[in-house]
Nanobody, 124 residues
């Protein structure tokens, strides 16, 4: 059983920053890729960023590239998402996700373990 617990969401003004954290338990955290997704009201859950098992490879969708940074600390079983220059359109519930079977970032469909989500609201 895999448990993922996100924290760090909140309300921030446009242009501000937040850092999300996700602590994992129940599996060998350092052996699998991790990712961040988000879901805005009325929309599907979308992949944002992924990081390989050792942090050597990262991938971002264009909408967050240059503003968001994914990182991980395997000693702490934690993955982070640093979000800078936030925009109102970044408002969503943000989910941490674990790959079901891959060390590498892979496809969004590879991610099958989910946290409960943390709300991020960016005011204009």
């Amino acid at each position: 059983q895999v448990q993922l617990l996100e924290s760090g969401g909140g309300l921030v003004q446009a242009g501000g920053s937040l850092r999300l954290s996700c602590v994992a338990s129940g599996r060998r955290f350092g052996s699998f890729a991790m990712g961040w997704f988000r879901q805005a009201p009325g929309k599907e859950r979308d992949f944002l960023a992924g990081i390989s098992w050792n942090g050597a490879d990262t991938r971002y969708v264009d909408s967050v590239k240059g503003r968001f940074t994914i990182s991980r600390d395997n000693a702490k079983n934690t993955v982070y998402l640093q979000m800078n220059s936030l925009k109102p359109e970044d408002t969503a519930v943000y989910y941490c996700a674990g790959s079901r079977y891959s060390r590498y970032v892979g496809a969004p469909s590879d991610y099958g373990y989910w946290g409960q989500g943390t709300q991020v609201t960016v005011s204009s």
